[in-house]
T-cell receptor
Framework: TQLLEQSPQFLSIQEGENLTVYCNSS?????LQWYRQEPGEGPVLLVT?????EVKKLKRLTFQFGDARKDSSLHITAAQPGDTGLYLC????????????FGTGTRLQVTL | GAVVSQHPSWVICKSGTSVKIECRSL??????MFWYRQFPKQSLMLMAT?????????EQGVEKDKFLINHASLTLSTLTVTSAHPEDSSFYIC?????????FGPGTRLTVL
């Protein structure tokens, strides 16, 4: 079974703090994606990483794909209340690359 | 950008009734449609995959006779929850795919009393 385990499951921090969310698997992925989902809405794509060791930055968010392409991390600098939401990593498969399997999710709450 | 709509956005029904959820890709053609289910405080779980004009392929543990999927056109797919029960209460999200890009609908909240 191709599992994407995220940690932590839940994170409550104050505005201005930094945080890192991890997405780990025992399987190798050709690519990984990160999504953010707000309550009552569908997930929104933040980034896709495709190369082992790749680092991508999106304003205060930094995404990294592990060298072995089995893990990824999302680092948020100076978190803001608007960053609150469910963060999901996702990868293709199993069985067919057209499927997308989601990680277990990390719920982030940023308070003033 | 790609626009995906789902209707209804929320529905409350009595146990034993059937509920149909529509998913439309408004400005692109979805060759493949994925349906996900999300229970409170959990991640998205893939229920089934369908290609236009073909029968859906269901994930293990998902009853195909209970969750009827129709993907009759490249812009419309429906998910019908038949004889719904309280344990079917969930957030259902469609995800149409065009070429290598996958998009997500805004979701439908189903509550079965």
């Amino acid at each position: 079974t191709q599992l994407l385990e995220q940690s932590p499951q839940f994170l409550s921090i104050q505005e201005g703090e930094n945080l890192t969310v991890y997405c780990n698997s025992s399987s190798v992925f050709s690519s990984l994606q990160w999504y953010r989902q707000e309550p009552g809405e569908g997930p929104v794509l933040l980034v896709t990483v495709v190369t082992g060791g790749e680092v991508k930055k999106l304003k205060r968010l930094t995404f990294q794909f592990g060298d072995a392409r089995k893990d990824s991390s999302l680092h948020i600098t100076a978190a803001q209340p608007g960053d609150t939401g469910l963060y999901l990593c996702a990868g293709p498969g199993p069985g067919t690359a057209s499927k997308l399997t989601f990680g277990t999710g990390t719920r982030l709450q940023v308070t003033l | 950008g790609a626009v995906v709509s789902q209707h209804p956005s929320w529905v409350i029904c009595k146990s034993g009734t059937s509920v149909k959820i529509e998913c439309r890709s408004l400005d692109f053609q979805a060759t493949t449609m994925f349906w996900y289910r999300q229970f409170p405080k959990q991640s998205l779980m893939l229920m089934a995959t369908s290609n236009e004009g073909s029968k859906a392929t269901y994930e293990q543990g998902v009853e195909k006779d209970k969750f009827l999927i129709n993907h009759a056109s490249l812009t419309l797919s429906t998910l019908t929850v038949t004889s719904a029960h309280p344990e079917d209460s969930s957030f259902y999200i469609c995800s149409p795919r065009e070429a290598d890009e996958q998009f997500f609908g805004p979701g439908t909240r189903l509550t079965v009393l």
